[in-house]
């Protein structure tokens, strides 16, 4: 599963790419370059930590995704598509492999 990750204006800001076996699997976050952001797109510290961890564990419950890892404080709950990091929401829109 691959998805892109939006902030509250629906502007990009990066991208989840998840692989799974069954309600389980791993995960890493891919944020777009500064340059393509703009000023008023402020990619949380946390998002980029997130990056820089690399592989995240994660698993489904409920339809809840739940990424967890020993570097992060807490875990990220991913509901409906959406999850909040530092107090910013983002949204997660799936990407189709056609």
């Known amino acids: 599963m691959s998805f892109t990750i939006q902030n509250l204006e629906g502007q990009t800001v990066g991208f989840l790419l998840m692989?799974?076996?069954g309600s389980f699997g791993e995960c890493m976050f891919r944020l777009?370059?500064?340059k393509s952001t703009?000023?008023?797109t402020k990619d949380s510290d946390m998002l980029q930590k997130l990056q820089s961890i690399g592989k995240l564990k994660f698993i489904i419950l409920?339809?809840?995704i739940i990424i967890r890892h020993t570097e992060i404080?807490?875990?990220i709950i991913i509901e409906n598509n959406l999850?909040?990091?530092n107090?910013?929401?983002y949204q997660l829109v799936e990407l189709n492999n056609s």
């Open 19 to 21: 692989t799974n076996e």
């Open 32 to 34: 777009l370059s500064k």
């Open 83 to 85: 999850f909040i990091i």
């Open 87 to 89: 107090e910013q929401q």
């Open 38 to 40: 703009t000023p008023e």
């Open 73 to 75: 404080p807490e875990s």
């Open 62 to 64: 409920n339809n809840v």
